[in-house]
């Protein structure tokens, strides 16, 4: 079955240190993975998808087929960086159908 | 920019009411998807629709009906509302790529 799965509720770091937000999936064809980011009272926004292979303010994710994974990361979180992530799924080529994960809340301390 | 518009951002109905959540799109998107947002729980995907009055269920249909007469424009129906309905619902559209999301209605039933 398709699935994805992002294993933390809730992640708490502080400014300056590294981030690491999880994703890993099930699926049964090939794959395109993205993470959306949601901010306080603002709309879900895509941050990156693996195809293009950017860096989104300073995130970055890389997929990684052996593991079934997609993790978010950032070297030096910011607190502006507090907001509400998604790790999506859809099938390469086929966009009709897109799984998200239960997302993850990322909190930055000062 | 792509546009998706719900008509909402707020609404409270009341229980056995018929609700309408209207989204509109300004890019000619084939897709359009509706979504429940709820904390712990991700997206679940309601209805999706692929062309004009074309729709098909998502993963929690029961309840919802949907209306699409025009490209641009994609309905949810509560067809009798009920407080376990309460929650944001958010509209998405896409064609060939990530989907882009509207601002959200945060639906209260009472």
């Known amino acids: 079955a398709q699935r994805v799965t992002q294993p933390e509720k809730l992640l708490s770091v502080f400014k300056g240190a590294p981030v690491e937000l999880k994703c890993n999936y099930s699926?049964?064809?090939?794959?395109?993975l993205f993470w959306y980011v949601q901010y306080s009272r603002q709309r879900l926004q895509l941050l990156l998808r693996?195809?293009s292979r950017e860096s989104i303010k300073g995130f970055t994710a890389d997929l990684n087929k052996g593991e079934t994974s997609f993790h978010l990361k950032k070297p030096f979180a910011q607190e502006e960086d507090s907001a509400m992530y998604y790790c999506?799924?859809?099938?390469?080529?086929?966009?009709?159908?897109?799984?998200f994960g239960s997302g993850t809340k990322l909190n930055v301390k000062p | 920019d792509v546009k998706v518009t719900q008509s909402s951002r707020y609404l409270v109905k009341r229980t056995g009411e018929k609700v309408f959540l209207e989204c509109v799109q300004d890019?000619?998107?084939?897709?359009m998807f509706w979504y429940r947002q709820d904390p712990g729980l991700g997206l679940r995907l309601i209805y999706f629709?692929?062309?004009?009055?074309?729709?098909e269920k998502g993963d929690i249909p029961e309840g919802y009906s949907v209306s699409r007469e025009k490209k641009e424009r994609f309905s949810l129906i509560l067809e009798s509302a009920s407080t376990n309905q309460t929650s944001m619902y958010l509209c998405?559209?896409?064609?060939?790529?990530?989907?882009?999301f509207g601002d959200g209605t945060r639906l209260s039933i009472l």
């Open positions: 999506a799924l859809s099938g390469l080529g086929n966009f009709n159908k897109f799984y």
């Open positions: 699926y049964s064809g090939s794959p395109e």
């Open positions: 693996h195809i």
């Open positions: 890019m000619d998107h084939e897709n």
């Open positions: 629709s692929y062309d004009v009055k074309m729709k």
């Open positions: 998405a559209s896409n064609v060939n790529g990530p989907q882009h």
